[in-house]
């Protein structure tokens, strides 16, 4: 049985932000971005899984 979501889904995020700093041409936002993938990146893959899973969880009405 897999895990909802995979660490595809980890990699897609890190993905979006990095193309998210290259398409801003504001400093202070490029710089933000930029460092919000790295935290990503910095986090093991198992952990950021569990996090995107409860903000997904969260997110759907009950």
Do not use: F, Y
């Not at 995020?13 to 041409?25: G, I, K, P």
Request: proline share 5%; no cysteine.
């Amino acid at each position: 049985m897999g895990v909802w979501p995979s660490g595809e889904n980890v990699d897609a995020l890190v993905e979006a932000l990095q193309q998210a700093a290259e398409a801003t041409s504001d400093p202070e936002e490029k710089s933000a971005l930029r460092r919000a993938a790295g935290a990503v990146l910095g986090v093991s893959k198992n952990v950021m899984t569990e996090v995107v899973a409860a903000v997904i969880a969260r997110s759907i009405p009950a």
